[in-house]
């Protein structure tokens, strides 16, 4: 029976992958009405923390963008990479994963992605080399940000499993994506041919108005800031910070244990301590609030920022494959943990491959790590090795449906960035594998001697 139901929940996220934008959440719905109507098994609890901590940072970086503080950062960053543009392939990626550690989504980098491009393009450097390591390193950057659900997620089950705060999670996840992000831009350093000796780019290159457009000097182009960019900038940033503070030092935070008829909920845990995934969504609204306020943003154009719009899609794929997996989980337990112990035992090390193997259905290291880190905790892997492999929850890019590698394809207009012809075979997972790999075994590293 175990395996009619996995096969019918392959088939739901597969069928969901291709639909794309809210296609894995409707699917996953469609899995978990056979699921309990037809196999009797009970719902597991809906994924309420991941949702609203995604729809609550999300919807304050729609907020940021809205303000034109997104623009300003683009334009600082654009600076950065135009200076130096014999190095793209190091400042790209550095570019992207920073946008995605300071703002907790890696959908903020569609503005910083043709950039990269045009100054690789116009350096004659292969596009493909700088796109392909910059979409990881963003993707990376969501297990290290501190106000990522993913990180939320994690921290909120290590706090309860061995009491690792916030800032246990980052002096290890920070540092291993770095260093596997840096392995990740060697491995492509000599990817592809050079521009001058592909012939794809070579044939382009004979229609005159192709070439014309490719060396064309867009760096003059500015676009008019809003008047509250850089405060917005400012007022996301002190909301990152505090919650790295907060996540750091929880005792800074009132405790409800003491207070008479007190009772655990969704916001405040067993130990009367307000739960970290409840601060983020505090202080990311507040901040969404001082945003509207005193950068004399609309609610109306917050509301219409494309960030937005990927939020929602975001949120309810979420809800549906996460439920849905769950459920799967919880019902088949006993089996799953009995098939897995007696490997994960011997080598815990294992237990990365399933992280990234249900990435690369899920499309999301949040889903990723509520749906599978609890079997790792009751199957009794060491929290510090839970940590280690927390990385590995980065499989979105083995099928290349994921918005931000489409999009890097779409704005490589030389055509090196692609897709190849068995799928798999695609400008990302050279990069992505070693990226991932490195990342995890220094995760290891460093929680052997920080942890």
């Not at 334009?75 to 793209?88: F, G, M, N, W, Y």
């Not at 503005?111 to 493909?128: F, Q």
């Not at 006993?334 to 897995?340: G, L, P």
Request: glycine share 8%; net charge neutral.
């Amino acid at each position: 029976m175990i395996w009619i139901e996995f096969a019918i929940l392959l088939v739901a996220i597969l069928i969901g992958s291709r639909i794309k934008g809210v296609g894995l959440g409707v699917m996953g719905m469609i899995g978990m009405m056979i699921f309990t109507l037809g196999f009797h098994m009970q719902p597991a609890d809906p994924p309420v923390e991941v949702l609203l901590i995604i729809l609550c940072v999300v919807s304050t970086a729609a907020g940021l963008q809205a303000a034109g503080g997104m623009d300003y950062l683009v334009t600082v960053a654009e600076k950065i990479l135009r200076r130096k543009p014999s190095q793209i392939i190091f400042l790209g990626p550095l570019a992207t994963y920073s946008f995605t550690l300071f703002a907790g989504t890696s959908h903020i980098n569609y503005s910083i992605l043709p950039i990269i491009a045009e100054v690789a393009t116009k350096s004659r450097i292969r596009p493909e080399r700088p796109l392909s390591i910059s979409v990881i390193a963003s993707h990376l950057a969501l297990t290290a940000s501190p106000v990522s659900a993913a990180t939320a997620t994690m921290v909120l089950l290590m706090r309860d499993y061995a009491g690792l705060e916030l800032i246990d999670v980052l002096k290890i996840c920070i540092p291993a994506t770095l260093v596997g992000i840096f392995a990740g831009m060697l491995s492509v350093l000599k990817m592809g041919k050079d521009l001058d000796k592909d012939p794809v780019f070579l044939e382009k290159m004979k229609d005159p108005a192709f070439a014309a457009q490719l060396d064309a000097d867009t760096s003059g182009v500015k676009k008019e800031l809003k008047p509250g960019a850089k405060l917005a900038v400012l007022l996301f940033g002190l909301g990152v910070l505090t919650i790295i503070l907060i996540g750091s030092f929880p005792n800074l935070l009132p405790n409800f244990a003491d207070v008479d008829g007190f009772q655990p909920n969704l916001v405040v845990g067993g130990d009367g301590r307000i739960r970290m995934a409840a601060m983020i969504q505090m202080v990311m609204l507040s901040v969404l609030a001082c945003i509207i306020i005193f950068c004399k943003t609309s609610a109306m154009e917050v509301a219409k920022a494309s960030l937005f719009s990927a939020g929602a899609q975001a949120a309810i794929s979420v809800l549906g494959v996460v439920w849905m997996s769950a459920t799967f989980m919880n019902t088949n337990e006993a089996v799953i943990e009995r098939s897995m112990s007696v490997i994960v035992q011997d080598h815990p090390w294992m237990f990365a491959f399933a992280l990234f193997f249900l990435c690369t259905l899920l499309f999301s290291q949040a889903a990723t790590t509520r749906a599978l880190m609890p079997l790792g905790i009751s199957l009794g892997i060491a929290a510090p090795h839970l940590v280690a492999m927390f990385p590995a929850a980065n499989g979105d890019f083995v099928l290349p449906g994921y918005p931000t590698l489409l999009a890097a394809i779409e704005f490589d207009r030389t055509g090196s960035t692609r897709v190849g012809k068995y799928l798999i075979n695609h400008s990302f997972m050279l990069p992505g594998l070693v990226s991932v790999s490195v990342a995890v075994a220094t995760g290891f590293l460093l929680a052997a001697i920080l942890l």
